[in-house]
């Protein structure tokens, strides 16, 4: 157990300030993530270092299309969320807590040298929420990134501006969740809200991290068109045509086994607006679609990635520019 940060003491309880929850958490209680717990007075992470599943993934199961394509990353989940999703498909995770689960913990050096010695191309935090183990990225960035690592979040962007801010001066690329686009979907369907999550991602953006965007579809609640083309519209006058937008294609999982998956035309609905709406690369998840998946020069069509699940190849890519036309393709290729 290691002492949390982004706390104050509020009477006889502590307020914690990493999430816009702003759990208030008496003695021997925990916040709504199940991993900060009041314990004498101060605020503890039980979940530092507490990593149940890992895993060495390819870069494109986060997704992270356009960040390093073809390597493998040393993929880590703890338990806990911030959420309190009905689509969650990481629910054996993101609903269990840190009892029964102490043999599972792993020190710093650890996932430093196990990142280093496995060939990975650094340290993915995923499967759950990993931002309510802020404290462990905080520790466990600088080691990773001195022995040439990148430090990657799969993540729902669900935190204040201050602590997201630290994350983001450590983190090199950015897989972000946005579950929908009304406050309505968001607070019936994830407990949450949306204002916090769009701020984050803006906020990533402009610190120069490698930002990539995953958007579940889910029927009959965030798949008519006025909420896709506010998303669209978002992200093409927010953040800009070169950030990769990932539509996923739900299964029906946890409190929605009810929901039947989404369409294959639903998702090249959405993919057709998207670019429609003047963003330039837009994949498919959850879903097979090789020609789809592959990544094409924005100015002459040319497919400079070809991909297959999740295999990569590239396809005459010099110096991240398109070999047909010398067009700048977005990412870190290199």
């Not at 816009?20 to 004498?40: A, D, E, F, M, Q």
């Not at 650094?122 to 931002?131: D, H």
């Not at 069509?301 to 700048?328: H, I, N």
Request: hydrophobic letters at 35%.
């Amino acid at each position: 157990m290691m002492d949390a940060k982004h706390w104050k003491e509020e009477g006889d309880a502590v307020r914690c300030a990493l999430c816009p929850h702003h759990c208030l958490i008496r003695k021997g209680k925990t916040g709504l993530c199940g991993v900060r717990k009041n314990i004498s007075g101060k605020l503890t992470a039980l979940g530092y270092g507490l990593y149940p599943a890992i895993h060495l993934d390819p870069i494109e199961k986060k997704p992270l299309n356009h960040f390093l394509p073809g390597r493998s990353i040393l993929s880590v989940g703890s338990v806990g969320c911030n959420l309190r999703c009905l689509q969650c498909q990481n629910w054996s995770l993101s609903t269990d807590g840190p009892d029964g689960n102490e043999a599972y913990h792993v020190p710093v050096e650890a996932i430093v040298k196990g990142a280093a010695e496995r060939g990975s191309m650094g340290v993915a935090f995923t499967y759950n929420e990993p931002t309510i183990n802020f404290e462990f990225i905080m520790d466990a960035a600088p080691g990773i990134r001195e022995r040439g690592g990148k430090v990657v979040l799969v993540t729902n962007g669900y935190l204040e501006a201050g602590p997201w801010d630290e994350l983001m001066e450590m983190t090199d690329a950015a897989n972000i969740d946005v579950k929908g686009f009304t406050e309505d979907f968001y607070r019936k369907v994830t407990g949450g809200t949306l204002a916090p999550v769009l701020r984050n991602v803006e906020a990533s953006v402009r610190k120069g991290v490698h930002v990539e965007l995953a958007y579940l579809i889910i029927p009959g609640m965030n798949d008519d068109t006025e909420q896709l083309e506010g998303f669209c519209k978002w992200v093409r006058g927010s953040l800009g045509p070169e950030v990769p937008l990932h539509f996923t294609r739900f299964h029906p999982d946890h409190k929605l086994l009810h929901v039947p998956a989404t369409p294959p035309g639903t998702m090249e609905r959405a993919r057709d607006l998207a670019m429609e709406k003047g963003i330039d690369y837009v994949y498919l998840g959850n879903i097979h679609d090789k020609e789809g998946g592959s990544t094409r020069c924005p100015n002459c069509s040319t497919v400079v990635v070809s991909r297959d699940g999740f295999s990569s190849t590239l396809k005459g890519l010099k110096d991240g520019k398109c070999p047909k036309c010398g067009t700048a393709i977005a990412g870190v290729w290199q």
